[in-house]
């Protein structure tokens, strides 16, 4: 297990799942992570005890901004896991595209900037300080519909496309660290369908059974993390760890 996790966007709803699961277990001693409000998310007391609220430390970052990505990750003195869990699948005015009549490119322009140009500033900065960790992490929450030899359905034009982008970085990222940093495990994670802001609008065709609580996906992603380093670098897997074609 980790000491020091550093998660990007942990104010969402994976994000805090993850670092409400990872404060409990006695073998971090830190969590670094960042939220994109005026205001750092409080802990409620019956959720986290105060010696485990005090391993948090927010800082308010644009997942965007190269500068204050580089700042953040500087401001570490070391880092065992990086998890990015920033993602964008619609705004209160852009949904996604049912069709390529529909195709918005402002739409377009923000599911890159969000969706894939995070991981790459964050690889960027961070790999220096992840290949000093014995053991170390840098895993993306990606989404399977990113895949596209798996693409059955079309439609969701920018989304699919900056995920498929992501994942191709993740590739990239993994296949140059294999040499260079062979401590990381790099990681493209797809959660499954989690009750979140994100997917609230697409939840009602959703059996029960396949849409998972925040809790559970958290513990899922969680196992994932825990074994990456007993398989190969550059896998692109689902929540219960089966692999996801590309």
């Known amino acids: 297990m980790a000491g020091v996790v550093a998660i990007l966007g942990g ?5 805090k799942g993850l670092i409400a699961a990872l404060a409990v277990n006695e073998s971090i001693t830190r ?4 939220h994109n409000r005026s205001d750092a998310p409080v802990w409620s007391s019956d959720v986290l005890a105060p010696e485990q609220q ?7 970052v644009n997942a965007s901004d190269e500068s204050a990505l580089s700042a953040w990750i500087d401001s570490m003195a ?9 993602g964008v699948l619609h705004t209160e005015s852009l949904l996604p595209e049912k069709s390529i009549r529909q195709f ?5 322009e923000l599911s890159m900037q969000i969706n894939c140009l995070p991981t790459l500033l964050l690889a960027k900065y961070a ?10 992490v840098f895993a993306t929450v990606s989404a399977r519909v990113g895949s596209i030899e798996d693409n059955r359905l079309g439609g969701w034009h920018s989304y699919r496309a900056s995920k498929a982008a992501v994942n191709m970085a993740i590739k990239c990222i993994a296949i140059e660290w294999e040499r260079t940093h062979p401590n990381i495990r790099v990681l493209s994670l797809h ?3 989690t ?18 609580s925040i809790e559970k996906t958290a513990q899922y992603l969680l196992t994932q993390l825990e074994t990456a380093h007993e398989h190969p670098s550059g896998r692109f897997i689902a929540w219960d760890g089966s692999s996801i074609p590309w």
């Open 11 to 15: 104010s969402g709803g994976i994000g």
């Open 31 to 34: 969590i670094e992570a960042t």
């Open 54 to 60: 005090q391993k948090i430390h927010w800082t308010q």
């Open 78 to 86: 070391t880092i065992d896991w990086m998890i990015n869990c920033v």
């Open 104 to 108: 918005d490119s402002q739409l377009f």
């Open 127 to 136: 790999g220096p300080k992840l290949r000093k960790s014995p053991q170390g």
């Open 191 to 193: 959660p499954g369908t």
């Open 195 to 212: 009750d979140t802001e994100l997917s609230k609008p697409f939840q009602k065709r959703v059996p029960e059974s396949q849409l998972f």
